[in-house]
């Protein structure tokens, strides 16, 4: 295979496309900055908080539809062991958005909070919320590598780029205009992205379909044709798997900076919780012509066409489906579209990686070393370990870290330990009990004097409580012991 010309011109126009608009918006941010009498760190990080509706719906959108899930979805709807059964990555995204929508974007935006950790800064002090946030910055890295490799893999496979060519020129686009505007070329240059992803794929689905080598999806679904349906199936001893996976992300997406980054951005209280739910709508869209992409793929006579036999799934492709099918299934330049597509979705999804954990690290590690203040954070600290731990017992195959304990269903397959039982939502709900028993045990301990005041490390009787970057302080109480609610969800 040779370098597809045709295709590179055209990545190249996308780039140019893409950070022309960042450097617009960039212009458009130092304009604002002049005007404003805000903070300057909210102009960057939040747009001053005045981002418009439409704009907001389509930020919060492209965040989120990334190369991995685009890429991710089609692989586990062709994979035979999986099927659609098992792709729920856009519904547990809509789960998400709404459940943030009803509980945290109003309260969060009218407190005006900088990051997702300055509840936790006024609850737990400077330096326990520092620690906290050290797994979401670790978070980010990863989800900014793994959107990456998606677009890698399908440059490779379609235009015959190298993975580091490719990686390394969106990167770099990305963070020039990241770094120069802020959250306002993030936000604009998602718009266009957004726009490129919806009607790139929905522009290459058909092409797929009517190809002559593909089976009738609707058939297939449901038959052994090539191989499994690729519905997929529930096995009765993985229902509480899909369980612990979907709540994995349905609750974990919450804690991710840059959907609060989203909702604490908005013009108004409103917007932000109109923003959360047209999103929760618009990625169930997006996530459909994946969902058809993986289909087709697994109603393929593999045989039939350049690709040959075996199929992806034999030879170990499973993870490069999508533009293995875009590359022998379509026309040429269907599939440079198609590369567009998830160019887009990797951008949009890298500067909002590299903005959330700019805001983060800024706002409450840089000026929390400096300014360090201890306070009430026994039951966090209890919590993080507990969680740290217990997730390190249960084991981890991807990391080839064997299970020490072994929860009911845990299996042996394959000279491996495979837990069956939800060992994530177990863990996550042993660390909440160990942040109130042990906040509750510590309070209870040195106001009733039975332990000593000088071992008082983070002071829970006498605690200033600090807002960070936010705008507004909390007034201490006469006798400094109470401290404030991190969420007031009633008037949600």
């Known amino acids: 295979m040779v370098l597809n010309i045709p295709g590179v011109v055209a990545m190249a126009v996308f780039y140019l496309l893409v950070l022309g608009t960042g450097l617009w918006a960039a212009r458009k941010s130092r304009a604002m900055e002049k005007k404003s009498t805000g903070d300057k760190t909210e102009i960057t990080l939040l747009g001053d908080r005045n981002i418009g509706l439409l704009v907001g719906i389509f930020t919060m959108t492209a965040t989120w539809v990334g190369g991995g899930f685009i890429v991710g979805i089609a692989e586990v709807v062709y994979n035979p062991n999986l099927g659609l059964v098992w792709a729920f990555m856009p519904l547990q995204s809509s789960v998400s958005f709404i459940i943030g929508g009803i509980f945290f974007a109003k309260p969060m935006r009218e407190k005006k909070y900088v990051t997702m950790m300055d509840p936790f800064q006024i609850k737990y002090g400077r330096v326990v919320s520092g620690a906290l946030v050290l797994p979401a910055l670790v978070m980010d890295a990863l989800w900014v590598a793994c959107t990456l490799v998606g677009l890698g893999g399908t440059m490779s496979v379609i235009l015959d ?13 990305a963070i020039i205009y990241t770094l120069l505007g802020g959250l306002y070329s993030v936000a604009y240059t998602d718009v266009i992205q957004l726009i490129l992803i919806f009607f790139s794929l929905w522009l290459c689905v058909p092409f797929l379909m009517v190809n002559p080598v593909v089976g009738d999806i609707t058939q297939t679904a449901f038959n052994h044709t090539y191989q499994a349906p690729w519905l997929g199936a529930m096995e009765k001893g993985k229902v509480f798997k899909w369980v612990d996976d979907f709540l994995l992300v349905a609750l974990g997406s919450l804690s991710f900076q840059c959907f ?7 013009s108004s209280s409103f917007n932000a919780q109109v923003t959360c ?4 709508a618009m990625v169930l869209i997006l996530g459909i012509p994946s969902v058809l992409v993986g289909a087709v793929a697994a109603s393929t006579d593999w045989n039939l066409t350049s690709y040959g036999s075996p199929s992806p799934y034999e030879r170990n492709e499973t993870g490069l489906v999508l533009p293995i099918a875009l590359q022998h299934l379509a026309p040429p330049y269907v599939s440079v579209i198609g590369i567009g597509a998830i160019a887009a979705a990797v951008m949009s999804s890298v500067d909002s990686g590299l903005l959330s954990s700019a805001s983060m690290f800024s706002s409450n590690i840089y000026k929390n070393i400096i300014r360090k203040q201890v306070s009430n954070g026994y039951g966090a600290v209890a919590g993080y370990l507990v969680g740290g731990l217990m997730r390190l017992l249960c084991g981890e195959p991807i990391f080839n870290l064997p299970p020490v304990l072994h929860f009911p269903g845990c299996t042996l397959e394959d000279g491996v330990y495979v837990q069956r039982s939800p060992i994530r939502t177990i863990c996550m709900l042993l660390a909440l009990a160990a942040i109130l028993g042990f906040s509750w045990l510590a309070q209870l301990m040195f106001n009733k004097v039975w332990l000593p005041e000088r071992w008082d490390v983070f002071q829970v009787k006498f605690q200033t409580l600090p807002l960070g970057g936010a705008r507004e302080m909390k007034e201490k109480e006469e006798d400094g012991t109470v401290s404030e609610q991190m969420l007031d969800t009633t008037k949600c």
């Open 260 to 266: 609060h980054q989203r909702t604490l951005s908005a």
């Open 277 to 280: 739910f047209a999103a929760a």
């Open 161 to 173: 780029l190298p993975y580091s060519y490719s990686v390394g020129i969106s990167a770099v686009v």
